[in-house]
């Protein structure tokens, strides 16, 4: 009895602490869509970010980050021929790496593959 109730405390410590892979490989990711500003003294840039309802772990890749990141909003990078409206709920599929430009304004970003509104 005392292994069914550890294995059953592994499974669900393994589902609520997993982390998404933050090197190319392809997952799907549910959040609201909404306006992001980043701003310095001599630049504006907007752009569409994904919230999530609570934060999501992303493993570290090895070359860019080498610590995993919680993170609550998460900026986009939308393909043209892929449709997304801001105030509305989306099943993300893409793929997810750590920011490494000054284009990326959130600590990880998400080149999004499709985007299915719920």
């Given amino acids: 009895m005392k292994y069914i109730v550890l294995f059953v405390a592994l499974m669900i ?3 609520v ?5 933050a090197d190319g490989v392809e997952f799907d990711i549910t959040g609201k869509i909404v306006p992001a500003i980043y701003k310095t003294e001599d630049f504006i840039a907007h752009y569409k970010a994904l919230e999530l309802m609570k934060p999501a772990c992303f ?8 610590k995993s990141v919680n993170i609550s909003k998460i900026q986009l990078s939308v393909p043209e021929g ?9 099943s993300i599929k893409g793929n997810a790496f750590h ?20």
């Fill in 82 to 90: 892929v449709s997304i409206d801001v105030g509305n709920s989306y």
């Fill in 99 to 118: 920011s490494h430009t000054g284009h990326h304004f959130t600590k990880i970003v998400i080149e999004v593959k499709s985007a299915e509104k719920l």
């Fill in 13 to 15: 410590s393994n589902s």
């Fill in 17 to 21: 602490f997993a982390c998404f892979k």
């Fill in 59 to 66: 493993l570290p890749d090895g070359e860019l980050s080498d």
